[in-house]
């Protein structure tokens, strides 16, 4: 690791970014992946002029306009799959959160009305402010395709297939980006990729875990109840090629 200087006397810790590179024929595998993205421009005092080559800070706030990004997102962490005819299928950050809901979405936790009903005497202080975007960072992301024609299919992924105990040839999951929520639970998006004799297996999946904290004053009133955290929900998309 090396430090250098920028514009402006900004250090910034150069990392270096592992990789790994696989070729199952007619598929050539590559994932990068290294540190998080930085917290402010790299290359300017403010931000990166717009007539210039941005860097990845500024190239994610002009993408995503969002009021805030996860608090962990990983620019370098890519997995691609090539094919040999020279279409490309990845996942990576930028992308799949360009497909977070960007407007005034109501997100909150299933027992918030009951709580809400119970200090109707605090209703001012507890008057409803919505999000102005996803809080969560849900996304329907399912990769970025290059030199692909999609078309609708009636086939479905072969289970059985999946359950057999195949000689695993390659296996290696990458974090997309992950964030606490304000430390109300935990959202992140990973990807996996599994290779087996015959098909590689890619498991993306989107986790959202909620959970719920009781104040000191209001644990004191509810010696007999308990807080549980809401139950983990997660959406895991699994694509075989």
């Given amino acids: 690791m090396t430090t250098i200087k920028v514009h402006g006397g900004i250090d910034i810790l150069r990392l270096p970014v592992?990789?790994?590179?696989?070729?199952?024929?007619?598929?050539?595998?590559?994932?990068?992946?290294?540190?998080?993205?930085?917290?402010?421009?790299?290359?300017?005092?403010?931000?990166?002029?717009?007539?210039?080559?941005?860097?990845?800070?500024?190239?994610?706030?002009?993408?995503?306009?969002?009021?805030?990004?996860?608090?962990?997102?990983?620019?370098?962490?890519?997995?691609?799959?090539?094919?040999?005819?020279?279409?490309?299928?990845?996942?990576?950050?930028?992308?799949?959160?360009?497909l977070v809901a960007n407007g005034k979405i109501n997100v909150q936790l299933a027992c918030a009305d009951a709580w809400q009903e119970s200090r109707s005497n605090c209703k001012e202080y507890l008057q409803e402010k919505v999000k102005p975007f996803d809080w969560t960072f849900t996304t329907d992301y399912m990769g970025t395709c290059k030199g692909f024609q999609i078309e609708e299919t009636d086939e479905r992924i072969d289970l059985e297939k999946l359950k057999r105990k195949d000689k695993i040839l390659f296996y290696h999951e990458l974090t997309l980006f992950e964030d606490e929520l304000h430390d109300n639970g935990i959202a992140s998006l990973t990807v996996k990729i599994r290779v087996m004799p015959g098909t590689p297996h890619l498991p993306l999946k989107?986790?959202?875990?909620?959970?719920?904290?009781?104040?000191?004053?209001?644990?004191?009133?509810?010696?007999?109840?308990?807080?549980?955290?809401?139950?983990?929900?997660?959406?895991e998309a699994v694509h075989e090629i």
């Fill in 18 to 98: 592992n990789q790994e590179e696989h070729i199952f024929p007619p598929w050539q595998i590559k994932y990068t992946q290294s540190h998080i993205l930085h917290s402010k421009c790299s290359k300017h005092e403010e931000s990166c002029p717009a007539d210039s080559d941005p860097c990845q800070f500024c190239e994610y706030n002009r993408a995503l306009e969002m009021p805030h990004m996860p608090d962990m997102v990983f620019p370098n962490n890519i997995l691609t799959l090539k094919h040999q005819g020279k279409a490309e299928f990845n996942f990576n950050a930028l992308d799949a959160l360009k």
């Fill in 206 to 235: 989107t986790s959202l875990y909620h959970k719920l904290t009781i104040s000191e004053a209001d644990s004191s009133s509810q010696s007999n109840s308990s807080s549980e955290p809401e139950p983990k929900q997660s959406n």
